[in-house]
Structure formats: structure tokens, C-alpha cells
């Protein structure tokens, strides 16, 4: 129901925009979220938008990254610029009302 793309691998520095494309009955009011997990770190929020395109970011990517999501195509987006070694990790969607639906992971790397 949720189809993450959009990973790869990118030097320090780089660009990169993942996609989260939901079925339509998970999207149109649902706050949609990407979470990021690393190598023996917990799963953090990365940002979270709702339906009407209120955002939120972690601290960390605060200035650097941008959610933003298209309704007509039922996707969500991340864009994220000046990625740091850090950024490096799985990003999953997630889409939430009452239940909480989530994507396949899409690996980011970003190298030094």
C-alpha cells in the first residue's frame, strides 16, 4: 500500500528525493511521515506532514530537508539537500489516521 523510492548513494554535500507513493484510501487524510533507521541506532522521525501540508522536522535535518506532498497523485516526497554522513540510514514512509501503515525502506548513503 506505501512504495518508497528513491535512495542511493550520494557524496557529502549531495541532493537526493525520495517518493512515497500510498493507495488512495491511506493518503488523502492521513499525516504522512518519513522515518529513518541506521545501523544499530532506534528509528527516529525525520518529518511529518498532514493532509492540509502542516510540516514538522527533526532538529537534525531542520534547513536541509523538505516534505511536501502531491494529493492528486497520492504521494509524499523528502527532499533532502546538503547530506551529511549521518544522514546515512533506511528511510521508510508511514502513513497514519487511527492505524499506522508503512513502506518498504529505501536505502540512503551518503559518503565522506
Known amino acids: 500500500q506505501l512504495q518508497a523510492s528513491g535512495g542511493g548513494m550520494v557524496q557529502s554535500g549531495g541532493s537526493l528525493r525520495l517518493s512515497c507513493t500510498a493507495s488512495?484510501?491511506?493518503?488523502?487524510?492521513?499525516?504522512m511521515a518519513w522515518y529513518r533507521q541506521a545501523p544499530g541506532k532506534q528509528r527516529e522521525l525525520v518529518a511529518s506532514?498532514?493532509?492540509?501540508?502542516?510540516?514538522t522536522y527533526a532538529d537534525s535535518v531542520k534547513g536541509r530537508f523538505s516534505i511536501s506532498r502531491d494529493n492528486a497523485k497520492n504521494t509524499a516526497y523528502l527532499e533532502m539537500n546538503n547530506l551529511r554522513p549521518e544522514d546515512t540510514a533506511v528511510y521508510l514512509c508511514?502513513?497514519?489516521?487511527?492505524?499506522?501503515?508503512w513502506g518498504q525502506g529505501t536505502l540512503v548513503t551518503v559518503s565522506s
Open positions: 508511514n502513513s497514519r489516521d487511527y492505524r499506522s501503515f
Open positions: 488512495g484510501s491511506i493518503f488523502s487524510t492521513n499525516v
Open positions: 506532514i498532514t493532509s492540509t501540508g502542516s510540516a
